[in-house]
């Protein structure tokens, strides 16, 4: 069997997203979420797609600052609190997903948080309880899911299915 130049080989290979996430809570760990411009009903973790040439804590700690305006350690990267698999559909690739572990904001970080306007219309913390009459069945999966990986120190693996079917 004649192997294909690269080029021709990769082309054969499923292409895909990855993008990295940063959970963060208040005092009370209460998981605390940012408002999408782009969707008004989707609240979202800070975090965005990777870019060439960065790692998915680099991403995440990128998109933080952008997104928030908070300053995180280049070293050492947090626990990786869930793996996310989101299925291809459409002309959507499969997307893969990091959410890392943020830790605790004080009162103080959270009254100092710059949101991009750009991006994100307001923040929220609240309990989980709140967050279920808020959140899609599969963003409610992945905001449970990465609050018992942080309480069981166990990460946690998501597979979803595809949300978007247009373009």
Request: charged content about 20%; aromatic content about 8%.
């Amino acid at each position: 069997m004649a192997q294909l130049p690269l080029a021709d080989h990769l082309r054969t290979l499923p292409h895909g997203i990855v993008f990295a996430a940063v959970h963060f809570t208040d005092g009370d760990g209460h998981p605390l979420l940012l408002k999408s411009v782009y969707d008004p009903d989707v609240w979202q973790f800070a975090g965005g797609n990777l870019e060439f040439g960065s790692d998915p804590w680099d991403s995440a700690r990128r998109e933080v600052r952008e997104e928030t305006g908070l300053l995180l350690p280049a070293q050492p990267a947090p626990p990786l609190l869930a793996l996310l698999f989101v299925a291809a559909a459409g002309e959507w690739p499969f997307k893969v997903g990091v959410v890392f572990d943020g830790g605790t904001l004080t009162a103080e970080q959270l009254a100092g948080l710059a949101l991009d306007p750009a991006e994100h219309t307001e923040f929220a913390v609240r309990p989980l309880t709140a967050w279920r009459t808020e959140l899609t069945p599969a963003r409610l999966a992945l905001v449970e899911a990465v609050a018992r990986a942080r309480d069981t120190g166990r990460a946690a693996y998501l597979h979803l299915p595809q949300q978007r079917t247009g373009n």
